[in-house]
């Protein structure tokens, strides 16, 4: 049986600072976006986008969700708090 690594996640390429406009889009309360502060003297993670050849290839893989719809998920999760027993609920962090 073969077996290897594999990336599973997308080859959607987004710039930082498209997906952080994006979080703008998603997370913020209705009504109040969020203000984007720029930091240019700060220091910045890398960009990459991984590739996938090989899921694709392999295992047949296709990605379901860009950024946007990963946010989205990531949104509903916290709104219906599915994993309060393990992690606890938002106000066990204020």
């Not at 997308?10 to 998603?26: G, H, R, T, Y």
């Not at 893989?61 to 609920?89: M, S, V």
């Amino acid at each position: 049986m073969g077996g290897g690594t594999f990336n599973a996640g997308n080859d959607f390429p987004l710039s930082f600072d498209e997906q952080i406009k994006l979080m703008v889009e998603v997370f913020s309360p209705s009504g109040r976006k969020s203000r984007i502060l720029y930091r240019p003297e700060m220091p910045s993670s890398p960009q990459f986008v991984l590739d996938i050849s090989n899921a694709r290839e392999q295992l047949g893989y296709a990605p379901e969700y860009d950024c946007r719809k990963a946010f989205e998920a990531f949104k509903a999760e916290k709104q219906i708090q599915r994993f309060q027993k393990l992690w606890g609920t938002e106000s066990d962090y204020e």
